[in-house]
């Protein structure tokens, strides 16, 4: 795919783009940004097993944030499956 052809945009080589992405991690990581105060984050998806992962902007505390996260993808999670809510490095809590 080139970027001619590529309905995302402009990205950078060898970067996936969003269609190359599972849609439960991209619905996952829609909703993650969708809360106030994440900056970043990444989305791990293994079998039975969830992590996300984020950073904060500053000014904003993360145990609130932590637990919008969870609720926003509380609709996402399947029966049975653990899912981990953490900071990703350079952030302290």
């Not at 969708?34 to 993360?62: I, S």
């Not at 944030?65 to 350079?90: H, K, N, P, S, Y």
């Amino acid at each position: 795919m080139t970027e001619d052809d590529d309905t995302d945009g402009p990205r950078l080589p060898g970067a996936p783009s969003t269609s190359d992405i599972d849609p439960r991690v991209r619905r996952t990581l829609e909703l993650v940004f969708q809360v106030e105060g994440v900056v970043a984050a990444k989305v791990w998806a293994m079998p039975d097993h969830v992590a996300v992962g984020v950073r904060l902007g500053a000014g904003h505390g993360p145990a609130e944030v932590m637990a919008r996260i969870e609720a926003v993808t509380a609709g996402l999670r399947a029966q049975g499956e653990a899912w981990d809510f953490g900071l990703l490095d350079g952030d302290a809590e």
